[in-house]
């Protein structure tokens, strides 16, 4: 069972979005599951063969376990098979926190995986149901930003990422199709890690990561805040 289920529309949206925090995780003993909706394919430069090892090179680099559900890319849509379908890894793996993407976007496939994501929260706890598994409901969903748009949203909170961007930036380095064979895509890594450092600097690190709450968040010892 997972700690952690981090959902994405295709391979390397996680990772470009919270990859640094995935691996502080997984580095302090957490049991993270990445689980892409699509393999990601067609793109000019790859295969749906040298996407799954791309993609397993990268989980491995972030210590993290992957899952892939086999929706089509390009075709993503929030329907109850895909609410199932997701709400079924949910069961199976019982996280206490979920990520989802952020709901807005250029690209339709993100915005189908951010809704998605809520509602199969939501489908995991049914109990009339021919679902697999036991009813479950994460406790918590965050929101992760790996959009198309240039967007600057005020998060609810930023991880500090210092020490693991290193780990982050290897994974993305996993993703040769997307990142090196392709030649506009070339700038993207040090846009990624140069956005890091912005980031970071908002809480006065070296690296960070934004998320945003759907829900309220409490504290209940304001040491925690120190």
């Known amino acids: 069972m997972a700690d952690i289920v981090c959902v994405g529309a295709h391979p390397d949206d996680v990772e470009i979005g919270m990859g640094g925090t995935i691996a502080g995780l997984a580095r302090m003993g957490a049991d993270v599951v990445v689980v892409d909706l699509t393999d990601g394919e067609p793109t000019p430069f790859g295969t749906r063969e040298t996407r799954a090892a791309e993609s397993a090179e990268a989980a491995a680099a972030l210590g993290a376990r992957r899952a892939m559900l086999g929706f089509e890319n390009r075709s993503l849509a929030d329907t109850a098979e895909a609410r199932t379908a997701l709400a079924e890894v949910l069961r199976a793996e019982r996280p206490r926190l979920l990520f ?49 748009l240039r967007l600057v949203r005020q998060p609810s909170f930023i991880v500090d990422i210092s020490a693991d961007l290193p780990s982050k930036l290897a994974a993305l380095r996993a993703y040769r199709s997307q990142f090196e064979s392709n030649p506009a895509n070339r700038g993207i890594l040090a846009s990624l890690e140069s956005a890091a450092g912005w980031w970071g600097s908002r809480i006065g690190v070296a690296a960070g990561e934004p998320f945003f709450a759907i829900e309220t968040l409490g504290v209940t010892d304001l040491r925690q805040l120190l």
Do not use: N
């Open 100 to 148: 989802a993407p952020y709901p807005e976007d250029a690209h339709p496939d993100h915005i189908a995986a951010s809704r998605i994501t809520e509602a199969a929260r939501f489908y995991a706890k049914f109990t009339k149901t021919s679902m697999a598994g036991e009813p479950h409901y994460p406790s918590r969903v965050y929101r992760y930003m790996a959009v198309h």
